[in-house]
Protein backbone atom coordinates (compact mmCIF):
# COMPACT_ATOMS: atom_id res chain seq x y z
CA UNK A 1 0.00 0.00 0.00
CA UNK A 2 1.21 3.08 -1.15
CA UNK A 3 0.65 6.06 1.17
CA UNK A 4 1.72 10.35 0.53
CA UNK A 5 1.06 12.75 2.97
CA UNK A 6 1.63 16.36 2.22
CA UNK A 7 2.73 19.02 4.26
CA UNK A 8 3.95 22.57 4.30
CA UNK A 9 1.37 24.51 2.62
CA UNK A 10 0.38 28.12 4.03
CA UNK A 11 -0.64 31.41 3.67
CA UNK A 12 1.79 33.73 1.78
CA UNK A 13 2.01 37.02 0.43
CA UNK A 14 2.56 37.27 -3.55
CA UNK A 15 6.16 37.04 -4.05
CA UNK A 16 6.87 35.15 -1.39
CA UNK A 17 8.20 31.41 -0.65
CA UNK A 18 6.67 28.17 0.51
CA UNK A 19 8.25 24.52 0.25
CA UNK A 20 6.07 21.73 0.04
CA UNK A 21 6.53 18.33 1.64
CA UNK A 22 5.38 14.72 0.55
CA UNK A 23 6.06 11.68 2.88
CA UNK A 24 5.78 8.54 1.13
CA UNK A 25 5.79 5.01 2.74
CA UNK A 26 9.09 3.19 2.43
CA UNK A 27 7.81 0.56 -0.33
CA UNK A 28 7.39 3.62 -2.27
CA UNK A 29 11.23 4.69 -2.57
CA UNK A 30 12.22 1.56 -2.49
CA UNK A 31 10.35 0.43 -5.92
CA UNK A 32 11.02 2.91 -8.73
CA UNK A 33 8.10 5.67 -8.39
CA UNK A 34 7.73 8.58 -10.32
CA UNK A 35 6.62 11.66 -7.91
CA UNK A 36 4.60 14.40 -9.03
CA UNK A 37 2.66 17.36 -8.12
CA UNK A 38 -0.54 18.13 -9.40
CA UNK A 39 -2.94 21.09 -7.81
CA UNK A 40 -6.43 22.00 -8.21
CA UNK A 41 -7.76 25.50 -7.40
CA UNK A 42 -11.65 26.02 -6.71
CA UNK A 43 -14.00 25.26 -9.66
CA UNK A 44 -10.89 24.10 -11.69
CA UNK A 45 -9.78 20.59 -12.66
CA UNK A 46 -6.63 19.20 -11.04
CA UNK A 47 -3.57 20.17 -13.00
CA UNK A 48 -0.11 18.88 -13.41
CA UNK A 49 2.58 21.16 -11.57
CA UNK A 50 5.51 19.10 -11.69
CA UNK A 51 6.95 15.69 -11.98
CA UNK A 52 10.42 13.75 -11.26
CA UNK A 53 11.78 10.14 -12.33
CA UNK A 54 12.74 7.79 -9.73
CA UNK A 55 16.40 8.33 -10.20
CA UNK A 56 15.89 12.25 -10.13
CA UNK A 57 17.74 12.75 -13.34
CA UNK A 58 14.34 13.71 -15.06
CA UNK A 59 11.70 16.33 -14.44
CA UNK A 60 9.17 18.38 -15.92
CA UNK A 61 7.20 21.37 -15.25
CA UNK A 62 3.93 22.69 -15.87
CA UNK A 63 4.71 26.12 -18.20
CA UNK A 64 2.91 28.13 -15.56
CA UNK A 65 5.28 27.40 -13.01
CA UNK A 66 8.58 26.46 -15.03
CA UNK A 67 11.87 29.09 -13.43
CA UNK A 68 9.61 29.43 -10.47
CA UNK A 69 8.93 26.00 -9.06
CA UNK A 70 11.59 23.03 -8.38
CA UNK A 71 10.68 19.60 -7.60
CA UNK A 72 13.86 17.34 -5.56
CA UNK A 73 13.48 13.79 -4.24
CA UNK A 74 15.49 12.09 -1.51
CA UNK A 75 15.17 8.34 -1.48
CA UNK A 76 16.99 8.02 1.27
CA UNK A 77 14.52 10.18 3.66
CA UNK A 78 11.38 8.91 1.41
CA UNK A 79 10.43 12.69 0.59
CA UNK A 80 9.77 14.51 -2.64
CA UNK A 81 9.85 18.56 -1.71
CA UNK A 82 8.52 21.22 -4.17
CA UNK A 83 10.17 24.69 -3.49
CA UNK A 84 7.96 27.52 -4.52
CA UNK A 85 9.32 30.52 -5.09
CA UNK A 86 7.91 34.16 -6.55
CA UNK A 87 4.56 32.84 -5.74
CA UNK A 88 1.47 34.36 -7.36
CA UNK A 89 -1.96 34.74 -6.18
CA UNK A 90 -2.98 32.23 -9.60
CA UNK A 91 -0.92 29.68 -7.37
CA UNK A 92 -3.85 29.22 -4.83
CA UNK A 93 -4.80 25.91 -4.81
CA UNK A 94 -4.76 22.77 -2.96
CA UNK A 95 -1.39 20.62 -3.53
CA UNK A 96 -1.49 17.10 -4.22
CA UNK A 97 1.45 14.41 -3.81
CA UNK A 98 1.27 11.80 -6.35
CA UNK A 99 3.10 8.23 -7.11
CA UNK A 100 3.32 5.88 -10.37
CA UNK A 101 5.22 2.92 -10.93
CA UNK A 102 8.11 3.92 -13.46
CA UNK A 103 10.98 5.49 -14.48
CA UNK A 104 9.69 8.76 -16.36
CA UNK A 105 9.04 12.24 -15.13
CA UNK A 106 4.85 11.48 -16.20
CA UNK A 107 2.79 14.43 -16.49
CA UNK A 108 -0.65 12.82 -17.18
CA UNK A 109 -3.41 13.02 -14.49
CA UNK A 110 -4.26 9.29 -15.30
CA UNK A 111 -0.45 8.24 -15.00
CA UNK A 112 -0.65 8.36 -11.11
CA UNK A 113 -2.77 5.74 -8.78
CA UNK A 114 -1.72 7.16 -5.75
CA UNK A 115 -2.77 10.21 -4.46
CA UNK A 116 -2.13 12.21 -0.97
CA UNK A 117 -4.77 14.52 0.62
CA UNK A 118 -3.36 17.48 0.05
CA UNK A 119 -2.55 20.63 1.36
CA UNK A 120 -3.48 23.75 0.39
CA UNK A 121 -1.56 26.75 -0.57
CA UNK A 122 -3.00 30.80 -0.90
CA UNK A 123 -1.37 33.24 -2.23
CA UNK A 124 -2.21 36.76 -1.61
CA UNK A 125 -2.04 39.52 -3.50
Known amino acids: QVQLVESGGGLVQAGGSLRLSCAAS?????????MAWFRQAPGKEREFVAAISWSGRNTNYADSVRGRFTISRDNAKNTVLLQMNSLKPEDTALYYC?????????????????WGQGTQVTVSS
Open 98 to 114: AASRGYQAYIGLGDYAY
Open 26 to 34: RRTFSDTYT
